[in-house]
Each structure stands twice: as C-alpha cells, then as structure tokens.
C-alpha cells in the first residue's frame, strides 16, 4: 500500500510553454501532498504545501504565478509550471501524507522537466 | 537554507563493511526520517524515528537520534552493492504550521564496491 504515482515521468518542452505534473495517491487518501524540486547532485527543496480544497502555502523564493497547484481530491494533485525557461528545468518531487497516522510521506517517482 | 547538514558527503566502501552517515539539525524536531534515493529516481522511506527515541532497528540498518547534540546516525550493515545510493535525512519540525513538512539534509552519496 501507500503507492504514489506522478505522471508524465519525464518531459521535454519548448521555452514559453506550460506543463502540468500529475501527482496521485493510488490506494490511499492523501489530505496534504507536498511538491519538492530537485537540481542534479542537490537535495530537495520543498516548493509547496498542498491541501485539498484550500490554496497551496508556497515557501519562501517560489512564485506561486509560476508554479500554479491545484489540490482538487483527496488523490490528486497538479503542479503546473507555467511560461517555463531552462531554468526551470528539474526533477520535480511529489509526496503524500495520509489522513492519519504518523507523518510518513510517500513519494512518487519524480518527473524530469527539461525545458530547451 | 537545508536544515539538515550530513557528512560525510560521499561515502565509498567495501562489500560487507558498515556504513555510517550523520545529519545534524538545528531546530527541535517531532520526527527525523531517512530516506534513500537512487540516481534519478524518487524517495524510498527507510525509517522514521520520533523525538522521544533514542534508537531505532529495521533488518540490516540502525538508526540513532540525539536531540541534545540535534543529531541523527544511520548505520547499515553487512553493506550489499545494491545499497548504493543517495541517503537523506529529513526532519518534522515541531511547533510548524504545515502538516508533515519535511526538511531535508544535503544527503550522502554512498557507493558500496563489490
């Protein structure tokens, strides 16, 4: 149990271009979902707080303009990069907690965003 | 800026050696987890240890926690190539407003030869 998928896995687009992430609790539900960013041989760099039915608390540094999250149910979340450039690109990192219990979060596979 | 500071940094070892990792943190903690990461992949939890414990064991890895020194140990043992990896240590800050939210160490990349 406590299966996180993210889906594309990886992406390639073009600079100006919006990309939507998927992040899903396949066998749980999942109140807060949390989405990381990851730069190549660094650690996570937690973007975003998102609970389902309420805006998302952005940490400090990320621009909630550029990366809109939309917690619609209690198993999906979107994180949805919008007017990418290569900077942006990344391993984005989603991660579930469930409704009860200890506060493990469950991480999905990651998507590679490249942006050229 | 990271909470968590791990050393070393990159650990490269031996087939059936022990490997030990450190993190530190600054803040007092509900919980501190580690994690491993294998390149370009997504997080695997290993282990979850609360403030109130001092140690913790799950089959080959040990994993001890110091919250007056604010520091944390992951020790695997009997290392296998396959343990070859990033690990992570990330804590649950207490007293925070978010649910859950982690913070995560810069990690240790460690390499297991065969």
């Known amino acids: 149990g406590a299966v996180v998928s993210q889906h594309p896995s990886w992406v390639i687009c073009k600079s100006g271009t919006s990309v939507k992430i998927e992040c899903r609790s396949l066998d749980f539900q999942a109140t807060t979902m949390f989405w990381y960013r990851q730069f190549p041989k660094q650690s996570l760099m937690l973007m975003a707080t998102?609970?389902?039915?309420?805006?998302?608390?952005?940490e400090q540094g990320v621009e909630k303009d550029k990366f809109l999250i939309n917690h619609a149910s209690l198993t999906l979340s979107t994180l949805t990069v919008t007017s990418a450039h290569p900077e942006d690109s990344s391993f984005y990192i989603c991660?579930?907690?469930?409704?009860?219990?200890?506060?493990?979060?469950?991480f999905g596979p990651g998507t590679r965003l490249t942006v050229l | 800026s990271q909470q968590g500071e791990e050393d070393p940094q990159a650990l490269s070892i031996q087939e059936g050696e022990n490997a030990t990792m450190n993190c530190s943190y600054k803040?007092?903690?509900?919980?501190l987890q580690w994690y491993r990461q294998n390149s370009g992949r997504g997080l695997v939890h290993l282990i979850l240890?609360?403030?109130?414990?001092r140690e913790k064991h799950s089959g080959r890895l040990r994993v001890t926690l110091d919250t007056s020194k604010k520091s944390s140990s992951l020790l695997i043992t009997a290392s296998r190539a396959a343990d070859t990896a990033s690990y992570f240590c990330?804590?649950?800050?207490?007293?925070?407003?978010?649910?859950?939210?982690?913070?995560f160490g810069q990690g240790t990349i460690l390499t297991v030869h065969p």
């Open positions: 991660s579930a907690s469930r409704t009860s219990g200890a506060n493990e979060q469950f």
């Open positions: 990330a804590t649950d800050e207490a007293g925070g407003t978010s649910y859950g939210k982690l913070t």
């Open positions: 240890i609360r403030s109130n414990e």
């Open positions: 803040t007092s903690i509900n919980n």
């Open positions: 998102s609970n389902e039915g309420s805006k998302a608390t952005y």
